[in-house]
Structures are given as structure tokens and as C-alpha cells.
């Protein structure tokens, strides 16, 4: 069973970064759709970004585009998500999951392994 630990949330001004990491073990992180998820208060999760495991595409939400990087290290079995230009409505408890099997990223519901998320908090 793949297992997922998220690390690199924390409290940061905005319009700082963080970099949020993803550690796979159990399987190779190579052979996954891996997915970062969001969660705020009050608030349902909601997707934010994923890697394909068949052609590493990279597919943002509208409200991270082009301030949001994923990526993934093999040799580390670990998937990054390079958080710029943080916003305060970006605060929430943000998660990675991962999915085996499907071609390109598929909903959340499909998604079998989480992590227990890391917080980031943007303060204004």
C-alpha cells in the first residue's frame, strides 16, 4: 500500500512562496497520478493541481495558474508543489493523493491514497 507524507507548509506574508513536498513510499511515485488538494475553513477541498504518471503533464486550477509549479523527483519518490506569489485566500490544509490506473488526472473521488496535509497560512 502506497502510503503519502506531506511536508513545507507553514506561515508565510504574501506574495512569499513555500515549497510543499509529497513522499511516496511503498511504491514508486512514478507509477502514480499524483494530485495536490486543498482544504479551507469552512470550505469544501478542493482540487489545486496534478502530474500525470504517462507523460508528467501538469494540470493547475484557475486560481493557482502560473503561480503554482508541480513536479516530481524519482530518485527521491517525491512530488513537489512550488507554491509563488501566496495569496491569503491560498490558506488552507493542503493535501497530495494519488491514483493508479487512470489515463491522465482523474476527478478526486478516484484518488485511493492521501496524504494527512500540511497547513499553509498566507497572512496578509
Known amino acids: 500500500e502506497v502510503k503519502l507524507v506531506e511536508s513545507g507548509g507553514g506561515l508565510v506574508q504574501a506574495g512569499g512562496s513555500l515549497r510543499l513536498s509529497c513522499a511516496v513510499s511503498g511504491d514508486s511515485a512514478d507509477a502514480y497520478n499524483v494530485a495536490w488538494f486543498r482544504q479551507a475553513p469552512g470550505k469544501e477541498r478542493e482540487d489545486v493541481s496534478c502530474i500525470t504518471v504517462s507523460d508528467k503533464r501538469e494540470y493547475y486550477s484557475d486560481s493557482v495558474k502560473g503561480r503554482f509549479t508541480v513536479s516530481s523527483d524519482n530518485a527521491k519518490n517525491t512530488v513537489y508543489l512550488q507554491m509563488n506569489h501566496l495569496k491569503p485566500e491560498d490558506t488552507a490544509v493542503y493535501y497530495c493523493?494519488?491514483?493508479?490506473?487512470?489515463?491522465?488526472?482523474?476527478?478526486?473521488?478516484?484518488?485511493?491514497?492521501w496524504g494527512r496535509g500540511t497547513q499553509v497560512t498566507v497572512s496578509s
Open positions: 493523493a494519488a491514483e493508479r490506473g487512470m489515463l491522465g488526472c482523474p476527478p478526486e473521488t478516484f484518488f485511493t491514497s
